[in-house]
T-cell receptor, first 114, second 113 residues
Framework: AQTVTQSQPEMSVQEAETVTLSCTYD???????LFWYKQPPSRQMILVIR??????QNATENRFSVNFQKAAKSFSLKISDSQLGDTAMYFC???????????FGPGTSLSVIP | NAGVTQTPKFQVLKTGQSMTLQCAQD?????MSWYRQDPGMGLRLIHY???????DQGEVPNGYNVSRSTTEDFPLRLLSAAPSQTSVYFC????????????FGPGTRLTVL
């Protein structure tokens, strides 16, 4: 069974600085999908970025980028120029195919300090 | 489009009571699922459905029932609530095929006394 691990329960970063959140996963599949979701205090789940395993190029969405290391089964999220609105829980997630369930990691609570 | 809607937003139950958490989506998504969120444990899958008439168990199905009679609705039933079911519940939906994101409802905070 697939598992997703986030080894940093809590992190903090100064406003305008860069922070990297870690995620590792375990799977025997060759093709799959990875996601980062953000959950602010409003509780709403928001998709930040997604990566398809067959694509070697790392996904980027504005200030958010990933470092996808397929052989190491690592999928870290880098947030550049951190803003106060980035304060949230961040969840890493894995999906084998679009017909399969999405498995979430335990989350990392990120605080951006003014 | 309203997206994914959940009712109620908050609910307090006594041990042994039953209730149904409602979830509806208006995006014609085939896939729907229920998660519970507990501190330090992320989102754990309770039940999911890949289409009307088809449901399956997730990681933590005990104490919960689901049915999927229509594409739009996916209610979650607690037959006899227990304090261990105190949690925040999220419903999600997505299209099957392709890499579309999951769309989440706003969540239901349930407290069982």
């Amino acid at each position: 069974a697939q598992t997703v691990t986030q080894s940093q329960p809590e992190m903090s970063v100064q406003e305008a600085e860069t922070v990297t959140l870690s995620c590792t996963y375990d799977t025997s599949e060759n093709n799959y999908y990875l996601f980062w979701y953000k959950q602010p205090p409003s509780r709403q789940m928001i998709l930040v970025i997604r990566q398809e395993a067959y694509k070697q190029q790392n996904a980027t969405e504005n200030r958010f980028s990933v470092n996808f290391q397929k052989a190491a089964k690592s999928f870290s999220l880098k947030i550049s120029d951190s803003q106060l609105g980035d304060t949230a829980m961040y969840f890493c997630a894995f999906m084998k195919t679009s017909y399969d369930k999405v498995i979430f990691g335990p989350g990392t609570s990120l605080s951006v300090i003014p | 489009n309203a997206g994914v809607t959940q009712t109620p937003k908050f609910q307090v139950l006594k041990t042994g009571q039953s209730m149904t958490l409602q979830c509806a989506q208006d995006m014609n998504h085939e896939y729907m699922s229920w998660y519970r969120q507990d501190p330090g444990m992320g989102l754990r899958l309770i039940h999911y459905s890949v289409g009307a008439g088809i449901t399956d168990q997730g990681e933590v199905p005990n104490g919960y029932n689901v049915s999927r009679s229509t594409t739009e609705d996916f209610p979650l039933r607690l037959l006899s609530a227990a304090p261990s079911q105190t949690s925040v519940y999220f419903c999600a939906s997505r299209r099957v095929g392709g890499t579309d994101t999951q769309y989440f409802g706003p969540g239901t905070r349930l407290t069982v006394l």
